[in-house]
C-alpha cells in the first residue's frame, strides 16, 4: 500500500497529531524526500542560465567546482548565484515538484560574509544530477 499526502501550511494542532499518529507507524513510514532523476531535471531547467553552470561543473568535476572556474571576463562576480540556486528549491517544493525540506542539492563553500570559494554537491547526487542535466539537453 502506498499513501501519497501533501499538506500545505497545517494549523499547530493537526501537524501534531499527524506527527504522533506517524511515530506509531514509524517502521512503516518511508519519507519522499530524495533528489530523483525527474526532480533534478525539473531543478535544473528552473534554473537562470549561470546557475545551471554551476550544477554542471560542479557534476562533471565529481562534486565541487572552485569559484575561479566559474569566474569569466565578462563578470567576475559570483554574487546572486547562491539565491537563484536557494529560491528554484523553494519554488519547486511551493509548486509541489518536490517536498518542502529536501535537502539542497549543491551549497556555497566559503568563508562566510558573502565570499564563495566555491560550490559542493554531495558525492551521493553527481550521477542523479549528471543523468539528469543530460536528459535536459537533448
Not at 559542493?120 to 539528469?132: E, K
Amino acid at each position: 500500500m502506498r499513501i501519497t499526502v501533501t499538506i500545505d501550511q497545517p494549523t499547530g494542532e493537526f501537524q501534531e497529531r499527524l506527527l504522533a499518529l506517524l511515530s506509531e507507524y514509524a517502521a512503516d513510514v518511508e519519507e519522499d524526500n530524495h533528489w530523483t532523476i525527474p526532480r533534478a531535471e525539473s531543478y535544473y531547467l528552473s534554473l537562470p542560465l549561470r546557475a545551471r553552470r554551476i550544477l554542471e561543473e560542479a557534476v562533471t568535476r565529481d562534486g565541487y567546482v572552485p569559484a575561479e572556474e566559474l569566474r569569466d571576463s565578462e563578470n567576475s562576480s559570483l554574487r546572486g548565484h547562491s539565491a537563484a540556486l536557494k529560491t528554484a528549491l523553494q519554488r519547486g517544493a511551493t509548486l509541489g515538484r518536490w517536498p518542502a525540506g529536501m535537502q539542497a542539492p549543491i551549497e556555497p563553500q566559503g568563508p562566510g560574509f558573502g565570499k564563495v570559494v566555491g560550490y559542493r554537491m554531495p558525492d551521493n547526487l553527481v550521477q542523479t544530477f549528471y543523468t539528469a542535466i543530460k536528459n535536459a539537453k537533448k
